[in-house]
Each structure stands twice: as structure tokens, then as C-alpha cells.
């Protein structure tokens, strides 16, 4: 019997990445070396006590992602790194970051439990700029990121190293949902999701050049905006191209029918000259693109993944703003 790959399956069906994205206000990210275990806070190196905090968080269903990320040097590094990324208020780029370099992982749950309650800790953030992609390699959550996330992986470390850009960062990621678009990446501080990714979309990604056409196969969304939203702003981004990277978003779903058939979707955005503009959408299911699959490799039955389109847009308003110097 020929072995299942949900990855393979999901790109022969020609599944649509788009509204894959998930929204989290908060990404609590623990570096912790591999190998880690199929729910991967009960890995060895992973302490009782942040063992704890993220079963508590994860139960209250708070809207928080602990994922463990790792590098070539994480498993002889003198510290721990853990990074925060909390969603931005109002129009925004997505998160802002805070770092911490912490003794070592057992200090990881204190400071954020106190950061969740009142934003202090007891060591130094450091919130200079920087880019932090984050690969899924987790396959023993599903083999499919082993199989396409890793070589990836590698291949990305290089591909970033000949760019020579000092700010950015790439991580091993524990699972974060999606894996049959593997290879699989979260691009933060913005908070968008893409799949499905080779060297030549992750360059045009990064460098934010080339063709703006070819992140259709590639992109999943931004997990600042509700999923059936994330639709409208993939046509925005072909309709502004690489500058739409430089506008602050914000976005919220007005009107939904009792089926959840439709929605009426809105995007506010501010360019980078201070203008306002905003989008309304009517965003409605679509059947052609919806499809029916086991959506990881281990899935004993199928999903029905349910797609979304736009069945129109409009600009509800512009307004220039002219900032005082």
C-alpha cells in the first residue's frame, strides 16, 4: 500500500491556500532543541512548570500560540531565547516583538506568566527590529514537515545567508497548523502565513520583489484578519502590489448570514503617506473551490475545507490625512 501524503494530495487536488492563516493576539515562541515529541510541550527539554502553563492557556482557550522553534545552534547555546509577539491595536503592520535571552528554559514560564498579566518581566526585552521566519519541521506531528519542511529548512538557511540580510532570522517550528501546504511558514512580526514554498517565492517574499502574481500559489493569509477576510486582502495586495507590505491594516467582519454562506467583510488601511482608505467586500462560500480531504497524514477521515470568494468590493471612503510635521 502506497504511503498517504497530505501534502501531496492537497497540491494534486489544487487546494487554495488562502483563509489558512490563524489569529492569535499573542505567539509565545520557546527555543527548545529538537527532537521534540508529536504534542511537542511534552518533549524532554521542556519543563514541568511551562508544561503546565501552556496545557492552562491552551484550555482557557485563550487566544495565545506557544510553538518551541530551534536553529543550528540552539542545542549548544548558553541561554534560552524566548520571543513575544503581541498583535498591535487598531491599524497596524501586525505584532510588536519582545525578546528575552533567559538563563535557561526554567525560567520561561515565570517570565511569561508575568508578562501575560501586567507586560514586565524581571530581565531585559530587547524590541529592536527584527524578522523572524519560522519553518515547520515538526514531523513527528506530521510527516509531511519532516518530509518537505526540513530540506526547506536547510536550503532557506542559505538562501537568507546569500541574501546577506543581518535582521533576518529562520527557525525550526513546532506544529502550527496547515501541514499539507508543507513547507510551511509563519513571517513575523507581520503575521502572515504562506505554503506550499520554494527558494524563489521565499526571496521574492523576503525582498519583497518579483512578480506579486506569484503568492497566489503560495500565500495563506494574515492572521491579524478573520479567516473569510483573508481573501480580500490577497486581491488588494495584487491590486497595490510589494507597496501593500508598507500599509497599516485593520479588519473585521460586519454582517454574517445565519448559514455562514456570506459575510460583508471590511479592511480599513492607511498608506504610507497617512491616506485612509476603506474596503467593504461581500465574501460568499464557494463550492468550486471548496474541497473534501484528509487534511493531515495521519487524518482517519476527511474534512470538508470550506473555501471562500469575493463576490464583490467596493471603496467606501478615502480620506487624505495631511501629518504635521
Not at 535557561?104 to 529592536?128: C, H, M, S
Not at 510551511?184 to 506550499?196: C, K, N, S
Not at 500559489?217 to 502590489?241: D, M, T
Request: proline share 4%; hydrophobic share 35%; net charge neutral.
Amino acid at each position: 500500500m502506497s504511503t498517504f501524503f497530505c501534502s501531496d494530495y492537497a497540491r494534486q487536488v489544487g487546494e487554495d491556500l488562502i483563509g489558512s492563516a490563524t489569529n492569535y493576539e499573542t505567539y509565545i515562541l520557546v527555543e527548545c532543541p529538537p527532537p521534540w515529541t508529536r504534542e511537542a510541550f511534552n518533549s524532554r527539554w521542556v519543563p514541568k512548570n511551562l508544561q503546565s502553563l501552556e496545557q492552562e492557556i491552551t484550555r482557557a482557550k485563550l487566544p495565545v500560540r506557544f510553538l518551541l522553534i530551534a536553529n543550528d545552534v540552539s542545542h549548544k547555546a548558553d541561554q534560552t531565547t524566548l520571543l513575544i509577539y503581541q498583535k498591535k491595536q487598531g491599524l497596524s503592520h501586525g505584532y510588536c516583538k519582545y525578546e528575552f535571552h533567559l538563563p535557561n528554559i526554567e525560567q520561561v514560564a515565570g517570565v511569561v506568566k508575568k508578562w501575560l498579566a501586567n507586560r514586565t518581566a524581571d530581565y531585559p526585552v530587547y524590541t529592536d527590529a527584527t524578522r523572524d521566519i519560522l519553518v515547520c519541521t515538526h514531523g513527528s506531528h506530521d510527516k509531511c514537515c519532516a518530509r518537505y519542511g526540513n530540506p526547506f529548512y536547510f536550503h532557506a538557511a542559505n538562501t537568507i545567508n546569500d541574501l546577506e540580510l543581518a535582521h533576518v532570522r529562520l527557525w525550526k517550528s513546532s506544529h502550527f497548523g496547515g501541514h499539507r501546504f508543507a513547507p510551511t511558514a509563519i513571517d513575523l512580526p507581520e503575521g502572515r502565513y504562506y505554503g506550499v514554498l520554494d527558494q524563489e517565492t521565499l526571496k521574492a517574499i523576503i525582498t519583497r520583489a518579483g512578480d506579486i502574481q506569484s503568492l497566489e500559489k503560495v500565500y495563506r493569509g494574515w492572521g491579524i484578519l478573520p479567516s473569510q477576510l483573508q481573501v480580500l486582502e490577497r486581491e488588494l495586495i495584487f491590486h497595490y502590489g510589494w507597496d501593500w507590505f508598507n500599509y497599516k491594516v485593520a479588519g473585521k467582519i460586519l454582517e454574517q448570514s445565519l448559514d455562514n454562506q456570506t459575510f460583508l467583510g471590511e479592511i480599513n488601511c492607511e498608506s504610507p503617506d497617512g491616506s485612509l482608505y476603506t474596503y467593504q467586500a461581500q465574501i460568499i462560500k464557494d463550492n468550486t473551490k471548496s474541497v473534501q480531504l484528509k487534511s493531515a497524514c495521519n487524518a482517519h477521515q476527511t474534512s470538508v475545507l470550506v473555501k471562500y470568494t469575493i463576490a464583490n468590493v467596493w471603496l467606501t471612503s478615502t480620506k487624505v490625512v495631511i501629518l504635521s510635521k
